[in-house]
């Protein structure tokens, strides 16, 4: 077994272990870095991706992202991740949280940002809400990729739009 003597080398092997898909091992490399420094926020964050995605415990991995955004709310990784999870479990308090300390962090891809909470908009059926962060988001987009997706997301709005128009018809003598 290595020996690792500081706690980036351990908080990189566990990293690495993620990207061969040694969940296992990264966690355990994680857990022994809370263990020994649990201000340690980055390893908050990437204990939060790991029971979030890969275990859909979402009350565990809340609690460590937002353990990571309160031990460093400069990192900007944790901000989307959070956000996803807070927009995918309609915790309205959290989202406006969230989203305001990521629109607010440098580094944070804010177009992301914007795109979440057109969803979280569209899917509390506040159109006219989503219609104007999809567009926020395409301002902010930077790839044909995300300009192609977020403009997906505005027709689907303004299609639901649409629909819920009632016409109203007179018989004119």
């Known amino acids: 077994m290595d020996t690792y003597y500081t706690i980036e080398e351990k908080y990189l092997q566990a990293v690495e272990e993620l990207s061969y898909?040694?969940?296992p091992k990264a966690l355990n490399l994680l857990n022994e870095l809370i263990a020994n420094d649990p201000l340690y926020a980055r390893a908050h964050f990437q204990i939060g991706k790991i029971y979030y995605y890969d275990f859909k415990d979402y009350q565990t991995a809340g609690y460590h992202f937002k353990t990571c955004?309160?031990?460093d709310p400069l990192f900007s990784d944790n901000y989307f991740h959070y956000l996803n999870l807070v927009v995918f479990l309609k915790m309205d308090k959290q989202v406006k949280i969230v989203a305001n300390a990521a629109l607010n962090t440098p580094g944070v891809n804010t177009g992301a940002v914007y795109?979440?909470?057109g969803l979280y908009s569209e899917k509390n059926k506040d159109?006219?809400?989503a219609l104007q962060a999809y567009r926020n988001a395409f301002m902010e987009a930077t790839?044909?990729?995300q300009l192609e997706?977020?403009?997906q997301s505005i027709n689907r709005i303004k299609r639901k739009i649409q629909q819920g128009i009632v016409y109203h018809y007179t018989l004119a003598e």
């Open 149 to 151: 997706d977020i403009e």
């Open 21 to 23: 898909g040694e969940t």
């Open 127 to 129: 159109w006219n809400k």
């Open 115 to 117: 795109d979440m909470l």
């Open 143 to 145: 790839t044909k990729e």
């Open 69 to 71: 955004m309160e031990l």
